[in-house]
């Protein structure tokens, strides 16, 4: 069954883009419903983390364009779509300073500054009490991937793009990070994308899985639909 | 040794060239023994500075003859191959070449100007030729090393500084801790060539005014002048050349373009 228009909240419409003659993200067009997470699934070289950035407009893309709630990307300030669709990578790329400033970047861009009470609140959601003051320097893999999703929540964003969060990560960690993306999901109705070349990853977590193949989306369904052993 | 067998000033220095040229060369063949391979840069360099230079020698030659305001040219020409040769050093930076030719004109030519307003610089081509060539020379070598820098910089984080833009942040804004170490490191030599003035370096100019005759210690003090000339049109030019290229590393879009190997 098809959802209801309202219930999209990002559509990509014929998405494309070539790079030095290839076309590493070709004519693909996805709806991500509102609350929902997605999964892109794909072999390394497939395009699916290159189809990621041209979510939040962070590459251009070629041809093909993307509507935010109804509205083209276009025509929004970058600034204001990349606030509205936050993204963590597989690395976490924290600022140096301890983890609160780094959870008072995204909101201090608008010149807003985050009180210390909202900051503990980020950072008992991502299961890190009391680690505001904390150099960042001194945190695990997993802490500091916990502290890069709490930092992308803090600008209270409609959709939080997830690529690769937890291929740099032991099992443990890993482990952590899917359970908490899932919760984090679920409790806030957040909408989320995540990139993963783990398809049992995408089982486990994904409520709908597109697949993708040399740039190209080949198949959208359930997991159970589209994710064969 | 040389003066003995050169009996024509310009024969003696085409030899003495060459005898340069050889060290520089033997130095070359020396880096390729350990596998750092510069020769065909080198050699092109030292055919280039030769031809540029002896090019030059004969304008100002005619020029000398000529009225002052003829240097204002002759300055331009240089600020604009300044630009052209600095901006090289900013690889995949679009738009470079205007940005160091509009930072070395501004921070050499300001200097230069005032300078020469004020009568520090007399307006004679002689002197205004070469301490004006001496500014725009350090300001082209600042600029090329604040830009190189400042790319190498922005290619080895390109990842903290998308992750700035995913969350919302101003492109300058993202860039603006490796726009200020470039500034820093494109004003080394400068600040060094101040602290080390007299002590372990007695630039040319001053080398050339003994010679004349000048006083010693006019001749120093004027040295001291010229090399904080240096320093302010070098700093000048660095200022203005990371605030404009921080604006051309990425699109109007905010994605930041330059990309590649550091």
Redesign the interface.
Do not use: I, K
């Given at each position: 069954m098809s959802a209801p228009p309202d219930a999209v909240i990002l559509r990509a419409e014929h998405l494309s883009r070539i790079a030095d003659n290839v076309a590493i993200v070709n004519d693909v067009s996805l709806d991500v419903r509102r609350a929902e997470l997605m999964g892109i699934v794909g072999p390394s070289g497939s395009g699916k983390s290159s189809f990621l950035r041209l979510l939040?407009?962070?590459?251009?893309p070629t041809s093909g364009t993307v509507f935010l709630a109804g509205h083209d990307y276009r025509q929004l300030p970058?600034?204001?779509l990349?606030?509205r669709v936050?993204?963590v990578?597989q690395?976490p790329?924290l600022?140096p300073g301890n983890v609160a400033s780094n959870l008072r970047?995204?909101p201090l861009?608008?010149g807003e500054t985050l009180p210390d009470s909202e900051v503990s609140v980020l950072l008992e959601r991502v299961g890190l009490p009391g680690f505001a003051p904390r150099d960042v320097v001194n945190l695990s893999g997993g802490e500091q991937q916990r502290v890069s999703l709490a930092?992308?929540l803090a600008?209270r964003p409609e959709v939080l793009l997830l690529d690769e969060p937890t291929s740099a990560l032991d099992e443990a960690a890993k482990s952590g990070i899917e359970e908490l993306i899932c919760k984090l999901a679920r409790e806030t109705s957040l909408t989320c994308v995540l990139v993963t070349h783990d398809r049992d990853q995408a089982r486990r977590m994904c409520q709908r899985v597109a697949i993708m193949e040399k740039g190209r989306l080949i198949q959208t369904g359930s997991p159970a639909e589209v994710l064969h052993a | 040794m040389l003066k003995s067998l050169f009996h024509s000033q310009i024969a003696l220095g085409f030899a003495q060239a060459a005898l340069a040229s050889l060290l520089a060369l033997a130095v070359i063949l020396l880096a390729r023994r350990r596998n750092i391979h510069l020769e065909s840069d080198t050699a092109v360099a030292l055919l280039r500075g030769i031809v540029q230079i002896v090019a030059v020698g004969s304008i100002l030659m005619l020029l000398l003859k000529g009225p002052r305001w003829t240097s204002v040219f002759l300055l331009t020409g240089m600020i604009i191959a300044a630009g052209s040769i600095s901006a090289r050093r900013a690889k995949n930076i679009p738009g470079a070449q205007k940005v160091s030719t509009y930072s070395i004109a501004a921070g050499a030519g300001l200097v230069t100007a005032i300078m020469t307003w004020a009568g520090v610089i007399d307006t004679a081509i002689t002197t205004l030729i070469p301490v004006g060539s001496m500014i725009i020379a350090n300001a082209m070598n600042t600029n090329g090393l604040a830009l190189n820098r400042f790319r190498s910089e922005v290619l080895s984080h390109a990842?903290?500084i998308?992750?700035?833009?995913?969350?919302?942040?101003?492109p300058p804004?993202t860039v603006a801790r490796y726009a200020e170490s470039s500034i820093h490191a494109s004003l080394i030599p400068a600040i060094d060539n101040l602290r080390s003035l007299g002590i372990v370096w007695i630039p040319g100019l001053m080398t050339g005014m003994l010679l004349s005759g000048a006083s010693p210690v006019y001749a120093a003090i004027y040295q001291f002048v010229v090399i904080a000339m240096i320093l302010a049109s070098s700093g000048l030019t660095s200022l203005l050349s990371t605030m404009m290229i921080r604006n051309h590393a990425f699109?109007p879009?905010?994605?930041?373009v330059l990309k590649g190997d550091a």
């Open positions: 939040n407009r962070l590459d251009e970058p600034r204001e990349r606030r936050g993204m990578t690395r790329f600022f970047f995204g861009q608008r930092r992308a600008n | 990842g903290e998308e992750t700035a833009l995913a969350l919302g942040a101003a804004e699109s879009a905010e994605q930041l």
